[in-house]
């Protein structure tokens, strides 16, 4: 193995290989580590045992195998994480991320992407451009890489045709017209037999340009991170002792020195660095990519989360914005519903108010959507709970990146790429009113609540409701209903019974019923409301105490016996699509308040236990 005793002196460029499945990025991988001298020997005897066992070239030395590390890669012959390879040359210092070009692993190739400088793209020369070489054609462009080779691999499989070659070229350079990548630069390659690898090919006298080893030794990616505006979130606040408080993060952008002048993103409160601390030591200045804990001369509030900046050069801080998001997740993006976002340091909750368009990514061209589904790429508008600090993804990518992550299973969910704020954040403001929701419920009495009524259709929800309130009202509480069926006859008629329109109808509700809390009313909303996250999107609308969830609790079996509307009849029947039970989903609650189980008392009984719960939460008073 040679190479390495210089490889942390050399200038280092990390790019990726991505493409289509099978069309030879690990092996391209294996060949140029192998060319480089950099596979130890013990790796090279095992690597030809393992292609007598694993191999799919006959005799040769597979080299696919090198960087297809997982059993389940080789068994079935692709690549299903990143892996991450190093080599070097005399020139520069690599970091490869081979990445996988199965569909179903889209969201690991958009992780080895997020951190390249140059994609190599390849193409089987016998198959073309395929949608997943155009998907990653398009993700590549999104997370602003701007200059990308096109491998042609395979060549000599189409007998080192310059003609195949030339039309595979022509057929990209018309769909990455609109990329707005810097730089494409075509070569036509053998990955298994070194053609144009390090080594001009002498079976392809027709091509004149460099062999890949050659361009990527000298192709100029060069992006000062230095230069940009000083950036850091703050990742943890240092507190050994009373005397010192630290505030750790790593510079995203720009430099910081001693006596800098720095200001707060989020709250615009400034001050200035007394220390730089680095390994555990003072230094005078540190920039982008270090490690650093910094001392101020003020005290100021800051905590996890905030992002300390250039006060000449501030962020935008909002809390809705428009961003493009690739969805990685099996659920379907639902709009409306809540999720976490993880942009730098910070947490926190984020909804998708508007899907604008999806990207069709054989044509680039946008399609209206109400969703998007596993490896579809979106442009929306998003609202997140509270006011954040970002930069727009193409000036920064370590500031201008997210990730939305499911509140249920805490799995990723989508990746997103901040475009710009939006002005409706910066021109709305909270007015204060005069009159309180404490006074105006202290004027009634009674304490402001939500009751809301989850259960399947048919399980009496709206009845016992109905009863709950005819006694809450003969007790003098001032009350409002909100059914189902009757918010779909004005407020909600626009909407349907996709998964899409439900989180909808359910958010709508839920600022309605917001807004009788604020009046100082009981508010009862009777909703099937299938999802765990949007009862607790409602929830967390309103002050702890203030929602109070009432599961009915009844058996499928006996909400298609009772069936007082009929439309399980239907539904079986085919005739309603997307109903709740039958072939929509019901996430019964785990922690409801409380719970009646329907059908094993009357109406007036269930309500009675409604009544008493709300006695004993003091919602209501006792008689």
Not at 32 to 59: M, N, P
Not at 255 to 280: Q, Y
Not at 374 to 396: H, K, M, V
Not at 406 to 431: E, M, S
Request: charged residues 25%.
């Amino acid at each position: 193995m040679s190479g390495d005793a210089n490889h942390f002196a050399l200038p280092t460029l990390r790019f990726l290989t991505c493409g289509s499945v099978d069309d030879g990025k690990s092996t391209l991988i294996g060949r140029l580590l192998y060319e480089q001298k950099s596979i130890f020997d013990d790796q090279l005897s095992a690597l030809e045992r393992d292609s007598k066992k694993h191999g799919t070239v006959g005799d040769d030395i597979d080299f696919a195998l090198l960087v297809d590390g997982l059993e389940a890669e080789r068994e079935q012959g692709i690549t299903i994480d990143v892996a991450y390879r190093y080599f070097s040359t005399a020139k520069r210092a690599f970091v490869v991320a081979d990445t996988p070009g199965h569909e179903q692993f889209t969201r690991n190739m958009a992780t080895g992407a997020s951190n390249a400088d140059l994609a190599i793209l390849l193409v089987d020369a016998r198959k073309g451009l395929l949608p997943q070489t155009r998907r990653h054609a398009t993700i590549v462009s999104m997370l602003g890489i701007r200059d990308v080779v096109l491998a042609v691999n395979k060549i000599d499989l189409v007998g080192h045709d310059q003609r195949v070659f030339s039309a595979i070229v022509k057929d990209f350079e018309a769909f990455a017209d609109r990329l707005n990548f810097r730089s494409v630069t075509p070569i036509p390659v053998s990955a298994r037999y070194g053609d144009n690898l390090s080594e001009p090919s002498k079976a392809m006298p027709w091509y004149a340009g460099p062999t890949l080893v050659g361009f990527l030794e000298t192709v100029d990616v060069r992006h000062d991170r230095a230069a940009r505006p000083f950036r850091l979130p703050v990742q943890w606040v240092n507190r050994p002792n009373l005397d010192f408080r630290g505030f750790a993060g790593t510079v995203a952008g720009g430099r910081v020195r001693i006596g800098d002048e720095i200001a707060v993103a989020g709250s615009g409160r400034t001050t200035r660095v007394a220390r730089v601390l680095a390994s555990g030591r003072d230094v005078e200045e540190a920039e982008a990519g270090d490690a650093v804990t910094l001392t101020l001369a003020d005290e100021v509030d800051i905590a996890r989360g905030d992002v300390l900046v250039d006060p000449k050069s501030r962020p935008p801080v909002a809390d809705q914005f428009a961003a493009h998001l690739i969805w990685m997740s099996d659920e379907a993006l639902l709009p409306g519903r809540s999720y976490m976002m993880k942009l730098a340091t910070r947490l926190v909750p984020v909804t998708v108010t508007d899907l604008k368009h999806r990207v069709d990514i054989n044509s680039l061209e946008h399609n209206a959507a109400k969703t998007l589904r596993l490896n579809e790429i979106g442009f929306c508008n998003l609202a997140t709970s509270a006011p954040i600090a970002f930069d727009p993804y193409r000036e920064d990518r370590d500031t201008g990146a997210f990730i939305l992550i499911d509140r249920a299973t805490n799995a990723t969910a989508g990746a997103g790429l901040v475009d710009f704020p939006l002005r409706r954040a910066t021109n709305i403001h909270y007015q204060d009113l005069a009159v309180t929701k404490q006074a105006r419920a202290a004027l009634k009495h009674q304490k402001p609540a939500i009751l809301w009524f989850t259960g399947l259709s048919g399980a009496g929800k709206s009845t016992v409701a109905n009863v709950v309130e005819t006694k809450l009202h003969a007790r003098g509480v001032h009350t409002v209903m909100l059914d189902g069926d009757n918010v779909r006859h004005g407020l909600n008629k626009d909407l349907g019974f996709t998964d899409a329109d439900r989180v909808e109808n359910i958010r709508r509700v839920g600022e309605v019923a917001k807004l009788m809390v604020e009046a100082g009313t009981v508010a009862l909303c009777s909703f099937i409301s299938p999802f765990a996250a949007e009862r607790r999107m409602v929830r967390e609308l309103v002050e702890p105490g203030e929602f109070v969830e009432v599961f009915v609790d009844a058996p499928i079996e006996s909400c298609i016996a009772r069936d007082p509307k009929g439309l399980y009849k239907r539904a079986l029947a085919g005739e309603i699509r997307n109903f709740t039970g039958i072939d929509q989903p019901y996430e019964r609650p785990e922690h409801a308040e409380i719970v009646l189980a329907a059908g094993e008392a009357t109406p007036d009984a269930l309500a009675d236990q409604v009544i008493a719960a709300l006695e004993e939460r003091g919602i209501i008073q006792r008689f």
